[in-house]
């Protein structure tokens, strides 16, 4: 577990508090980074708090100011901000419980393991993790972390809970403005049972270890191979992977699908035989008079 805690407080539940620990749930992947470096000379670039007309600053000389009108601000010192009180500083209200499937993937931000903060709490704990499962609902609430309040869902995650930020609605695109002039059509059938077909075929279960950033390694690759070349240029040839200009990207659909599914178009379950009919009953012999 991570040695100090992102948020300590307590989620209250009604007349029920529970006090927790958050940590972060996620961490930096493995990356590159590169520094700006002054070529003639082979060393870093630094930069300087810099004020026009004054030059160079202290940063003890710096505040954070809120420019209210052009040109005119409102200065606060850190501890000013530190003290304006939120209740949600230190304290996250369930507020109201949710389907999970009500909540849009757009919404989703960040997520964060919520743990008892002691051996008291552990009893609250257990039981509206619980509850959470059982009814199968997210809880809703506000906490404020870091300089802002969250909108933030809660919900059952093992022994444990998950605590995810949420963005507000003003900070999601409407996607309409996005898919308003893509075609509402009907898709071919035939179409539409290769493209099932291919997606059955590669189903499987998700396994997040099996993917890693390729992108990383391609730099990593492209650094060593520039050390061992002494600063000689090294332009990789795009091939085949760059864009073609001009000329038609319209492709045989129904071809394409095919050649993906390995040629073979997905089995269709065999027809059932007709029944035979029974033959026709004859006629009874008329007797002799």
Same mark, same amino acid.
């Given at each position: 577990?991570?040695?100090?805690?992102?948020?300590?407080?307590?989620?209250?539940?009604?007349?029920?508090?529970?006090?927790?620990?958050?940590?972060?749930?996620?961490?930096?992947?493995?990356?590159?980074?590169?520094?700006?470096?002054?070529?003639?000379?082979?060393?870093?670039?630094?930069?300087?708090?810099?004020?026009?007309?004054?030059? @160079?600053?202290?940063?003890?000389?710096?505040?954070?100011?809120?420019?209210? &009108? #052009?040109? %005119?601000?409102?200065?606060?010192? *850190? +501890?000013?901000?530190?003290?304006?009180?939120?209740?949600?500083?230190?304290?996250?209200?369930?507020?109201?419980?949710?389907?999970?499937?009500?909540?849009?993937?757009?919404?989703?931000?960040?997520?964060?393991?919520?743990?008892?903060?002691?051996?008291?709490?552990?009893?609250?704990?257990?039981?509206?993790?619980?509850?959470?499962?059982?009814?199968?609902?997210?809880?809703?609430?506000?906490?404020?972390?870091?300089?802002?309040?969250?909108?933030?869902?809660?919900?059952?995650?093992?022994?444990?809970?998950?605590?995810?930020?949420?963005?507000?609605?003003?900070?999601?695109?409407?996607?309409?403005?996005?898919?308003?002039?893509?075609?509402?059509?009907? @898709?071919?059938?035939?179409?539409?049972?290769?493209?099932?077909?291919?997606? &059955? #075929?590669? %189903?499987?279960?998700?396994?997040? *270890? +099996?993917?890693?950033?390729?992108?990383?390694?391609?730099?990593?690759?492209?650094?060593?191979?520039?050390?061992?070349?002494?600063?000689?240029?090294?332009?990789?040839?795009?091939?085949?992977?760059?864009?073609?200009?001009?000329?038609?990207?319209?492709?045989?659909?129904?071809?394409?699908?095919?050649?993906?599914?390995?040629?073979?178009?997905?089995?269709?379950?065999?027809?059932?035989?007709?029944?035979?009919?029974?033959?026709?009953?004859?006629?009874?012999?008329?007797?002799?008079?």
């Amino acid at each position: 577990m991570a040695a100090r805690a992102y948020w300590q407080g307590q989620i209250r539940l009604a007349l029920v508090s529970i006090p927790v620990e958050i940590y972060s749930a996620t961490k930096s992947g493995a990356q590159i980074s590169f520094k700006q470096i002054h070529e003639p000379s082979g060393k870093p670039i630094h930069y300087d708090k810099v004020v026009t007309g004054v030059g @160079p600053v202290d940063t003890d000389e710096i505040m954070k100011g809120f420019e209210y &009108e #052009k040109g %005119s601000y409102v200065l606060l010192g *850190q +501890d000013e901000i530190d003290a304006v009180k939120l209740e949600s500083k230190k304290t996250l209200e369930l507020t109201q419980f949710v389907d999970a499937s009500e909540i849009d993937v757009l919404y989703y931000e960040k997520p964060y393991f919520v743990v008892p903060a002691d051996d008291l709490a552990e009893e609250a704990f257990i039981v509206l993790r619980e509850a959470l499962r059982r009814t199968k609902k997210v809880g809703l609430g506000q906490l404020a972390m870091r300089g802002r309040e969250y909108v933030v869902s809660l919900k059952p995650c093992g022994r444990g809970m998950v605590l995810e930020t949420l963005r507000y609605a003003d900070e999601v695109n409407k996607a309409q403005g996005y898919f308003r002039d893509i075609p509402d059509d009907t @898709p071919d059938a035939d179409l539409m049972e290769l493209a099932e077909a291919l997606i &059955e #075929k590669k %189903s499987g279960a998700f396994h997040p *270890q +099996d993917f890693h950033d390729r992108y990383v390694d391609a730099l990593r690759d492209l650094v060593e191979r520039k050390r061992k070349a002494k600063g000689g240029k090294i332009i990789e040839d795009a091939g085949d992977d760059a864009p073609k200009k001009g000329g038609s990207n319209v492709v045989d659909l129904m071809a394409a699908l095919k050649k993906s599914m390995g040629g073979a178009a997905p089995a269709k379950p065999a027809a059932k035989p007709a029944a035979k009919k029974a033959p026709a009953k004859r006629a009874p012999a008329k007797k002799r008079a």
